[in-house]
């Protein structure tokens, strides 16, 4: 089992939250992380800013941007990553063109063997619909990585089969269609992947417009294993710049809480 | 045509073409490659049978093939003029805009979305939609607004909703962006028109089958006129919608040179520091990567972070290519060139005046490369993309700043 797979056994049910490394400076991220850590963060999502991000939403597009124009670079990151010491897996979440750039010679290997050195637990790739990611799959086995796919409320049938096949870590639920943030309520949609997803063999975490205590609690209860929150701590960081950790630690509580009062409700998984 | 036939089938030209989109999107993109099949291949319900008659009697097909007297004596070779100017709308993009809003209504989508850079495809969309009666809106970056403000009008007026944009630099690119996002959140009942040869499969090879028409038409009026086929095809490329349309009835002629010209901008380099490539010309200094779900030649920096590109004009101004274009120019069936900013804007200058066609600043480029060219044979082809009355505010602007020989004087407007 890997580390993230175990980082959602270890709990009765997880908290992913997601920052955009580099936002708003390359020095604050290493302090947000040790927040969410100490917050109740079971899987740590960082964010590697590419300019392009076609799957996010304005909130993310903004730190993205902030992160960008602070410096960050994938080698920064890699540095970055290297020099945490936190005991939550660390999972990257870009885009394509960033791995498939990096070192001297095009191709996706290097990234993945220093994503590897540098102490990541996975990769996540909201560009890369599993038709793309034959190359990327191996070299994450051969690297020990897990490949973390999305699924999206139109995921069904034999394209759900084939994510499900090749994913590992966790399956990220995406709650609605659209692009990521916060949004007031928890979708319908939400229960129907869930039950879609019932047979799946690695935990089942659900995103896009988690940012209350609340809205973990209704995912958990509707049997997901754990809750993606990102643009609710991007919203902190935006407003509080170098000095989030604080309310960072604060929300990630509430949504751990709100996560695990969940779970009592829970129908069995079958 | 062997890289474009298996190209039906996976959506790959050589390395290029893919789909690298968001997981959301990849059962839309599934069943518009099932229409695409079904309706443009196989000609289901007489599909293509109603695109050609509404690419006749609305669009205004087909477009003449005029041999241009001036620049042929100018230049000492034959220039035939291929005239998608004179398309309703004024722009070859009418071809695709229809083929696309037709096919969503064949496929029951109520719903259009599209991104438009200098207007061209935003407008011959809102036509479309308004022609099939569907509903419309199109992302345009801020910038784009406002140096094309006579499409924003037309859009508007054919009832479409205008989106601006103003992340980045507010040109296509962003617009491509949010058009995306759009389709993620309403894939269901909504079709996203993309206007080039450009994004998944099946896109790029879709776009091209609709632009088609215009190599098609142009080598049966070369037959008539000429006796044979041309010795050489020249067309502007930013996307390569119209560089396809153009070129793809002639990729198996060998004898044909097929030459895709450039926005070269103020420079062909590009600036690390700064993110930014003053220039639109991807296939001549581009590198492979991925961009708006497919892998092509890029404008990008050595981490591979998309660069900002530029053009005086709007629509060649985009970091990307289609992959199609990539793939031929990789194999030397297509060359690449490029022409900077000012000697668009003295070939705009230049046909305006001696042939009595303003062109689009786009297809201002075409024609500025037959200044310099060397061995493009007896009878060439030039695909007037577009007409350039969108562009006048620009040019009237960019002719300001620069002492552009024979150039009217525009003092006239202040």
Same mark, same amino acid.
């Given at each position: ?7 959602f ?5 997880a908290?992913v939250?997601?920052i955009?490394a580099?936002?708003p400076?390359p ?5 947000q992380?040790?927040a969410?850590a100490?917050g ?8 590697l800013?590419f300019?392009?991000?076609i799957a996010?939403?304005p909130t ?6 902030r992160?960008l124009?602070?410096?960050?670079t994938?080698?920064r990151f890699?540095d970055?990553?290297?020099g945490?010491?936190?005991?939550v897996?660390l999972?990257?979440?870009t ?9 001297d ?6 990234f ?8 990541l637990?996975g990769?996540?790739?909201?560009d ?7 190359a990327?799959k191996?070299?994450?086995d051969a690297?020990?990585l897990?490949l973390?796919?999305?699924v999206?409320?139109?995921t069904?049938?034999?394209r759900?089969e084939r994510v499900?096949?090749r994913v590992?870590?966790?399956v990220?639920?995406q709650a609605?269609l659209?692009?990521t943030?916060?949004?007031a309520d928890v979708s ?5 992947s869930l039950a879609?997803?019932a047979e799946?063999?690695v935990p089942?975490a659900?995103?896009?417009g988690v940012?209350?205590?609340?809205h973990a609690?209704?995912i958990?209860a ?7 929150a ?12 170098t000095?989030?950790?604080d309310e960072l ?7 751990k809480e709100?996560a695990v009062?969940?779970v009592?409700?829970?129908?069995e998984r079958? | ?8 089938t ?6 290029y073409?893919?789909?690298y989109v968001?997981?959301?999107l ?7 490659d099932?229409a695409y ?9 007489g599909f293509m049978d109603?695109f050609r008659a509404r690419?006749r009697d ?15 004596s100018?230049?000492?070779?034959d220039v ?8 309703h709308?004024g722009?070859?993009?009418l071809?695709?805009?229809?083929g696309?809003?037709?096919l969503?209504k064949y ?9 438009t850079?200098?207007?061209q495809?935003?407008t011959?969309?809102?036509?479309a939609a308004?022609h099939?009666?569907m ?6 970056g801020?910038?784009?607004i406002?140096?094309?403000?006579p499409n ?6 054919n009832g479409? %909703?205008l989106n601006? /944009? &103003?992340? +980045?630099?507010g040109t296509l690119?962003?617009?491509?962006n949010? $058009?995306?996002?759009e389709?993620?959140?309403t894939?269901?009942?909504t079709?996203?028109?993309i206007?080039s040869?450009?994004?998944p ?6 776009v ?13 009026q ?6 044979g086929?041309?010795d050489?095809v020249?067309a502007c490329?930013?996307?390569g919608?119209n ?23 103020s420079g062909?380099?590009i ?6 490539a003053?220039?639109?010309a991807?296939l001549?200094?581009g590198?492979e990567?991925?961009l708006?779900?497919a ?9 591979g972070q998309i660069l %900002?590109?530029h053009? /005086? &004009?709007? +629509?060649?101004?985009?970091a990307?290519?289609?992959p199609e274009? $990539?793939d ?8 690449a060139?490029?022409v900077?900013?000012d000697?668009?804007?003295e070939a705009f200058?230049r046909l305006?005046?001696?042939?009595g066609i303003?062109?689009a600043l786009e ?6 490369y ?9 009878n060439v082809?030039?695909?007037v993309?577009g ?6 505010e620009?040019?009237?602007?960019e002719?300001?700043?620069r ?10 407007f202040?």
């Amino acid at each position: 089992m890997s580390a993230i797979h175990a980082a959602f056994e270890d709990t009765d049910a997880a908290l992913v939250p997601y920052i955009t490394a580099g936002d708003p400076t390359p020095d604050a991220t290493a302090a947000q992380v040790r927040a969410l850590a100490a917050g109740g963060a079971d899987v740590i999502e960082l964010g590697l800013p590419f300019s392009e991000p076609i799957a996010d939403g304005p909130t993310i597009q903004n730190a993205i941007q902030r992160a960008l124009d602070a410096g960050m670079t994938p080698d920064r990151f890699l540095d970055l990553v290297s020099g945490l010491d936190v005991d939550v897996p660390l999972v990257c979440m870009t885009y394509f063109n960033l791995i498939y750039q990096y070192g001297d010679d095009r191709g996706i290997e290097p990234f993945v063997e220093a994503a590897a050195d540098a102490g990541l637990a996975g990769l996540i790739v909201p560009d890369l619909p599993v038709e793309e990611s034959d190359a990327l799959k191996a070299a994450c086995d051969a690297h020990g990585l897990d490949l973390v796919f999305i699924v999206a409320p139109t995921t069904r049938g034999e394209r759900l089969e084939r994510v499900l096949e090749r994913v590992s870590g966790f399956v990220y639920v995406q709650a609605r269609l659209g692009t990521t943030g916060a949004r007031a309520d928890v979708s319908d949609q939400t229960h129907d992947s869930l039950a879609r997803l019932a047979e799946a063999d690695v935990p089942r975490a659900v995103g896009f417009g988690v940012s209350k205590g609340e809205h973990a609690r209704e995912i958990v209860a509707a049997g997901a294993e754990g809750v993606v929150a990102g643009s609710v701590f991007v919203d902190i960081i935006a407003e509080k710049g170098t000095d989030a950790a604080d309310e960072l630690e604060t929300t990630a509580r509430e949504l751990k809480e709100g996560a695990v009062a969940g779970v009592a409700p829970r129908p069995e998984r079958t | 045509m062997s890289d474009a036939d298996a190209s039906e089938t996976s959506g790959k030209f050589g390395e290029y073409g893919g789909q690298y989109v968001p997981e959301a999107l990849m059962p839309a993109i599934s069943e518009l490659d099932d229409a695409y099949r079904r309706y443009v291949l196989d000609n289901e319900d007489g599909f293509m049978d109603d695109f050609r008659a509404r690419l006749r009697d609305f669009g205004g097909r087909p477009t003449p093939l005029q041999h241009a007297e001036t620049l042929s004596s100018r230049y000492g070779f034959d220039v035939y003029l291929k005239r998608e100017d004179l398309l309703h709308g004024g722009a070859h993009k009418l071809n695709n805009a229809l083929g696309q809003v037709l096919l969503a209504k064949y496929m029951g989508k109520e719903r259009i979305i599209a991104e438009t850079g200098a207007g061209q495809h935003g407008t011959a969309t809102a036509m479309a939609a308004a022609h099939l009666d569907m509903d419309c809106e199109v992302f345009m970056g801020e910038r784009d607004i406002n140096r094309q403000r006579p499409n924003v009008f037309r859009m508007r007026l054919n009832g479409a %909703e205008l989106n601006p /944009v &103003s992340t +980045g630099s507010g040109t296509l690119k962003e617009a491509t962006n949010e $058009a995306m996002r759009e389709w993620a959140t309403t894939v269901e009942d909504t079709h996203y028109v993309i206007g080039s040869v450009v994004g998944p499969h099946p896109f790029p090879t879709m776009v091209r089958d609709f632009q088609s028409v215009i190599g098609t038409e142009a080598k049966r009026q070369a037959e008539e006129q000429i006796g044979g086929l041309p010795d050489s095809v020249v067309a502007c490329a930013g996307g390569g919608s119209n560089t396809m349309g153009a070129f793809d009835a002639f990729v198996d002629d060998d004898t044909v040179s097929l030459v895709a010209v450039e926005a070269g901008g103020s420079g062909l380099k590009i600036d690390e520091e700064e993110g930014l490539a003053p220039n639109s010309a991807s296939l001549s200094i581009g590198e492979e990567g991925v961009l708006h779900g497919a892998r092509t030649k890029l404008l990008q920096n050595q981490d591979g972070q998309i660069l %900002e590109s530029h053009s /005086v &004009s709007a +629509g060649l101004d985009y970091a990307g290519v289609g992959p199609e274009l $990539a793939d031929l120019v990789d194999d030397d069936r297509v060359q690449a060139v490029s022409v900077d900013d000012d000697a668009a804007l003295e070939a705009f200058h230049r046909l305006s005046r001696t042939e009595g066609i303003i062109p689009a600043l786009e297809t201002s480029h075409a024609l500025a490369y037959l200044e310099d060219a060397e061995d493009l044979g007896e009878n060439v082809v030039v695909n007037v993309s577009g007409r350039g009355d969108k562009d006048l505010e620009s040019v009237v602007e960019e002719t300001e700043k620069r002492d552009i020989d024979g150039a009217p004087s525009m003092g006239v407007f202040e």
